[in-house]
């Protein structure tokens, strides 16, 4: 007898005894095998007196099964599988207890912030017919998080593409930008197209593109091809998120001015701003088309993490 692997909630759980870890269909919410439509086919079938139209895997049933797919050719790190929008603003009861009421609210209102960027981008994606086009106008289709390392923004970001891809049905993928810049790297030691290591990156419906602006800023190839990213999706309007150690010039300013967080200084994250790692250009292109959100002054969950394992592991020995 199967048993439900996602509490009955999505349909869908992450099977951790594949490798690599990926997401899967639950045995049980699974629709398709007991789907009274295709008799478990999944195939469409439209009858007719003198042929049968036959619409392989279009039977509504399947939809879970392709955003399982979608998902997992995503290439979303196996660390944030899990990643998704909840009431106590992504925090395990433990670690929200750490925060202060401020740091909470903040925490809940950025939530509240990159929820409603998805739901708009699924709006902007569909192009929406219930809106007007002056309606679209101004509309931002990249969403920048930004803040201190270990704040919770590739968090954020692998939720909102998540929705994206389980909720309403659109295709994304998840590139952590140094990774990217090694598989172009491969390509051109196999002698192979650049061009197809950067096409699904170009022509997606949603990239979160992770660490952008960390990269050696005196290397103009670095920069180029961080460049080709950024200014194709903005001149097709393709939804990008993007998410950053680094400010912009002003932000920084009062960061540093206030004493927000501010670790040693000789971290290049505040000594240089966003601009300064992207270059000028680039950067107009992004505070034009743009939501800012910032995460200053929230604690490093990492450091969360660590410091609650320790207390964990200082009782279990004072308990030997």
């Given at each position: 007898m199967n048993l439900c692997l996602?509490?009955?909630?999505?349909?869908?759980?992450?099977?951790?005894?594949?490798?690599?870890?990926?997401?899967?269909?639950?045995?049980?919410?699974?629709?398709?095998?007991?789907?009274?439509?295709c008799g478990g086919t999944g195939h469409l079938i439209k009858r007719d007196p003198?042929?049968?139209?036959?619409?392989?895997?279009g039977c509504p049933c399947m939809t879970l099964a392709k955003a399982v797919d979608r998902a997992n050719g995503a290439q979303i790190p196996t660390k944030y599988l899990g990643a998704e929008f909840s009431a106590n603003a992504v925090l395990p009861a433990v670690f929200a207890q750490r925060l202060t009421a401020k740091q909470m609210d903040k925490m809940l209102s950025i939530?509240?912030?990159?929820?409603?960027?998805?739901?708009?981008?699924?709006?902007?994606?569909?192009k929406d017919l219930a809106l007007h086009e002056e309606q679209w106008t101004g509309v931002k289709i990249f969403l920048t998080l930004m803040g201190a390392v270990g704040t919770g923004k590739t968090y954020l970001a692998v939720a909102a593409l998540k929705r994206l891809i389980?909720?309403?049905?659109?295709?994304?993928?998840?590139?952590?930008?140094?990774m990217l810049l090694s598989c172009l790297r491969e390509a051109y030691a196999q002698k192979n197209s650049e061009y197809q290591i950067l096409k699904p990156f170009l022509e997606t419906d949603v990239l979160v593109l992770d660490e952008f602006g960390k990269l050696r800023t005196e290397n103009e190839w670095q920069l180029e091809k961080l460049d080709n990213i950024i200014n194709s999706r903005y001149n097709n309007n393709k939804i990008t998120i993007l998410t950053t150690n680094y400010l912009p010039p002003q932000l920084q300013y009062n960061v540093l001015e206030v004493g927000l967080n501010q670790p040693p200084v000789n971290e290049s994250f505040w000594v240089q701003s966003l601009p300064d790692r992207i270059g000028q250009r680039m950067y107009d292109r992004i505070l034009e088309n743009s939501y800012f959100v910032d995460f200053i002054g929230l604690p490093s969950l990492r450091h969360l993490q660590a410091q609650n394992f320790l207390q964990r592991y200082t009782t279990a020995l004072e308990a030997l």
């Amino acid at each position: 007898m199967n048993l439900c692997l996602c509490t009955g909630a999505k349909g869908y759980h992450i099977d951790r005894t594949k490798d690599p870890v990926q997401f899967a269909l639950c045995p049980v919410c699974n629709p398709t095998p007991t789907c009274p439509q295709c008799g478990g086919t999944g195939h469409l079938i439209k009858r007719d007196p003198h042929r049968d139209h036959i619409t392989p895997g279009g039977c509504p049933c399947m939809t879970l099964a392709k955003a399982v797919d979608r998902a997992n050719g995503a290439q979303i790190p196996t660390k944030y599988l899990g990643a998704e929008f909840s009431a106590n603003a992504v925090l395990p009861a433990v670690f929200a207890q750490r925060l202060t009421a401020k740091q909470m609210d903040k925490m809940l209102s950025i939530q509240s912030d990159v929820y409603d960027f998805a739901e708009q981008a699924h709006r902007f994606i569909n192009k929406d017919l219930a809106l007007h086009e002056e309606q679209w106008t101004g509309v931002k289709i990249f969403l920048t998080l930004m803040g201190a390392v270990g704040t919770g923004k590739t968090y954020l970001a692998v939720a909102a593409l998540k929705r994206l891809i389980f909720h309403h049905g659109h295709c994304g993928r998840f590139v952590d930008f140094q990774m990217l810049l090694s598989c172009l790297r491969e390509a051109y030691a196999q002698k192979n197209s650049e061009y197809q290591i950067l096409k699904p990156f170009l022509e997606t419906d949603v990239l979160v593109l992770d660490e952008f602006g960390k990269l050696r800023t005196e290397n103009e190839w670095q920069l180029e091809k961080l460049d080709n990213i950024i200014n194709s999706r903005y001149n097709n309007n393709k939804i990008t998120i993007l998410t950053t150690n680094y400010l912009p010039p002003q932000l920084q300013y009062n960061v540093l001015e206030v004493g927000l967080n501010q670790p040693p200084v000789n971290e290049s994250f505040w000594v240089q701003s966003l601009p300064d790692r992207i270059g000028q250009r680039m950067y107009d292109r992004i505070l034009e088309n743009s939501y800012f959100v910032d995460f200053i002054g929230l604690p490093s969950l990492r450091h969360l993490q660590a410091q609650n394992f320790l207390q964990r592991y200082t009782t279990a020995l004072e308990a030997l």
